[in-house]
Structures are given as structure tokens and as C-alpha cells.
């Protein structure tokens, strides 16, 4: 609600136009009203406001879960309504307590880092205007406004982690690691952040190419970096291969790093890793794309475009390889060519250009070294 103030304040001096949403889990009865009572108060700002239903709340780790979902839900509104950016009311307070909670998983640089105030994803701009004020300071302006404003009850539940690190932050004050001292750390760590990816942009430039979509590593170089550039670029290859929002678990990578420069074939995060022929390659893995459909002209895999007669469809090449009669011509792996997009008409293959099997007026698009490197600044 104290963003909402602000936020209106900032449009009405800078001639901006605002939206509002409101998402309700459905993991509380309240919500529905609450969801409603903002509605009322963005139509006394003369502001449209929409309700967005979440209707897949998991047995598993909801709070993690319900994150993911909200930035999916924003997302896809967001880009309904042809807005420029969402803006989150994240405070200094959600930093400190951020920091903690990823401390007490042995995080490392990246997980330590500041919460960022500007980024995108999910083909949105995000903002964090609040981010280097505190709640309370909020709370205040509010009063001040005369605005009113909820609690939501589920802040102060213990079974929750960022509620036990909120209860514990006094103690923490009291040995020094106040609020302003865990934001503060976690800036220079920000700071740290940005050298060691930019020496990983580096690294890549000089020992990785894509080719097909995977990322593709010289083995004696990519042997020979820090252990920190290698898993820097290993990370960025599964989440620009697979698509993924989030890093694998830095165990199960160091792990899978390990298995597969010994000369093991594994899986992780939708793609595989493989060490042959002097390279590490990571690659889509088949199974996880299997069912992935799209309309020709329209991005496939969140990487492809395949354009093509509008009564076809874009799926992986997969068994239908066995139609392309001059594959072996690419010099491509076929187990690599099968995770290609290629063009069908029911069962019937049309085209599969990665193949070799060609269609009069179906091109490809696929993704580039230049994305990859993207990838990894972008993280």
C-alpha cells in the first residue's frame, strides 16, 4: 500500500500511467477480501486493478512455490496489458532478512548478493522501488497519509523460515549484524558479483561456442579455470540450454560436474552433460521437450523459431530422424539433431532445416553465442 502512495505520487509528477494486481494465493479465506479491498481503494485513485487467482498451491514448499507463482502470474498480466515494468514492494528489511536466510544454506557470492532493484526476465522490466527503505519507515508514511493497510497473518507464523529469521533479528542486532549491516555486505557482495561474472564472460569467449542450441566447452580448457568460473558457466549453460528462471542446486551441480569429467553421461535440470571428443557439451535433453508444441512463426522452447505453412506445427525432431536421409552430412551427433525443432503435419515431417531436410519457405531461428553471454550477465 505504501508503494501504491508512492507509486501514484511518482505518476502524477512524471505524466506515468499505473496498473495494479493483487494476487491471491488461495492458500488463505482472507485474501478474497483483501483482494477486494484494494480493488475499492485503487477505484478511489481513479487506478484499473485486477485480481489474479493462483489455482495450483502445492503440498510441497508453498512459500517457494507461491513465489515462483506470482512472478509467473505478474509476468503473463504484465505482458497482457502491454506495461513497461512491475514494481515489487521489497524493503531493506526483506534484504537483511534475504541475506540470512541464504547465509544459513552456505550460499555463495551470487546467493549472498543484494537483491536486485532493476532487472528483467520473463520478457518484463522489474523494479524494486522501496528496497532501501525499511518497513516501519513505511508504516509511517502511511499514517501520515492517512492510509491504511494490511497484515498478513501468515507473517507472523513460525512454520515459515523468513518468519523464525524475522523473530531472530533482534539477537542478530545485538552481536552487530543489524539490518543496515547485513544490507551492507550483501552490496559489497553485489560488488564481488559483478567481477566474477564478467571473468566468466570472458572465459566463455575463449573456450565455449553454441552450436544446435548447446553450449559447448573445449575440455582442457574449461578443466583449467576456477572452480567458481567453471561452475559460473556451467550454471549459465543448463538455464540458457533448459530455459530455466533458477540455477540448479550447487550440490547436485558440483556433483554432476564431477561424474561427467570423468567421462559419465548425465542429466540435470532438463538437460544433459557429456564429456567426448575433447568437449563438454550441454545439451536439451530429449524427454524434456518431448511434448513442447508450437504454432510456426512462434517461439518453440523459448529459443527456436521455425517458420512455415500456418497448418503445421513445430515439435522436436526426435524418432522422425530416420526421415532425414542426409543428417549424417551435418556432422552433428544425431542424438543432438533429434532435439532440434522440426516441422510437422501431423505425423508426416515437413522439414527439419538442424538435419539437413529442407522445405521451400521454412527457416530456422536458434539461439547464439551472443545469448549465451547474455545469460550469464543476465543471472
Known sequence: MAMLALAVAWAKAHGGELRVATLDHGLRNEA????????AHCAELGLQHDTLIWADAPSGNVQNAARTARY??????ARSHKLDAVAMAHTADDQAETFVMRLARGSGVDGLSSMRDDWVAQNMRWLRPVLATNRDDL???LTEQGVGWVDDPSNSDPRFERVRVRKAMDDLARLGL??????STAQRMSEARIALTQAAVDAAKTCANVALGDVVFD???YVALPTETRHRLLTAAIRFVSGATYRPRYDALREVEAQVLDGQRRTLS???LD?????????RELNAIRSEIAQPGHSWDGRWVVTGPETAQVCALGQAITDCKDWRATGHPRDRLMTTPALFDGDTLLAAPAAGFFCKGVELDGP??????NTILSH
Open 270 to 272: 532438463g538437460c544433459t
Open 32 to 39: 478474497a477480501d483483501e483482494a477486494h479491498w484494494v480493488k
Open 178 to 183: 543489524d539490518r543496515d549491516r547485513l544490507v
Open 275 to 283: 564429456r567426448k571428443a575433447g568437449q563438454v557439451i550441454v545439451g
Open 72 to 77: 509467473d502470474l505478474l509476468a503473463s498480466w
Open 219 to 221: 575440455a582442457a580448457a
Open 139 to 141: 508504516r509511517l508514511y
Open 368 to 373: 547464439r553465442m551472443a545469448d549465451f553471454l
